[in-house]
């Protein structure tokens, strides 16, 4: 098996981390079939969720720092941040439509960060989060300075950040980082329910949705109900506006085909 495999089934896009003897930590390799698995989901009508989760008990321990060794100067570390660490979290970000972790154990560092990074993070019992950069002399490097504060506010995301302390999985139930914690059994099993739901839901409207919630984020409340209004035009005009509201009538469950 690859280091990490990207499948879609049933309009769920899969992003498999598969490097277990190393709690899935990533190499550049990695971080290129990362990016090109969400552009890839970006543009794929096919796809209208994406998961990413981790095998072997761990989600993502960060960098491979044994893969990075051979980069010591500091322009060759700032080409590999920008050009390759932070593809992945810019293709997540310009990503429309749902993205979901599956958190079980370990996500430290850019772990965490690529998580985070994500819109909705379930967790098992077993998951533990830290932003462990300062404990080796570094800053957040992969947006978790920027994300963490938006998720458990300013006072406690710097207190993480400052300690690089770990977050064990009821805390971060308990902050927000993640929405449900279930036992390492039943995860997969959760987040293939919610992948479901949402993969059945109308793919144009779960989209405008999620860009008016990250949009609604930098902009004041007058020109987020100016992007409301030209969101809900076109997804009014959609076929799948139409069969919604059809079903609703005759008290049926609606398909929706992404039109």
Known sequence: MADLEYTVENGIGTILLNRPQ????FTLDMLDQWAEALRSAR??????VVRVTGT???FCAGVDLDDFAEITSTLGRQEVLHNRVHRVAAAAMELDKPLIAAVDGVAVGAGMDMALACDIRLASTRARFSEAYVRVGLIPGDGGAHLLPRIVGQARALELLWTGRFVEAEEALDLGIVLSLHSPDDLSAAVDDLCRRL????PVAIRAIKRLVRNGERADFMTSLSMVAA??????????????AAAFHSKRTPTFVGE
């Open 199 to 202: 993969a059945d839901g109308p």
């Open 22 to 25: 190393r709690k899935n930590a």
């Open 43 to 48: 543009i794929d009508p096919g796809v209208r």
């Open 231 to 244: 969101e809900q035009a076109v997804v009014q005009s959609t076929r799948d506006s139409a069969e919604a």
């Open 56 to 58: 072997g008990g761990a």
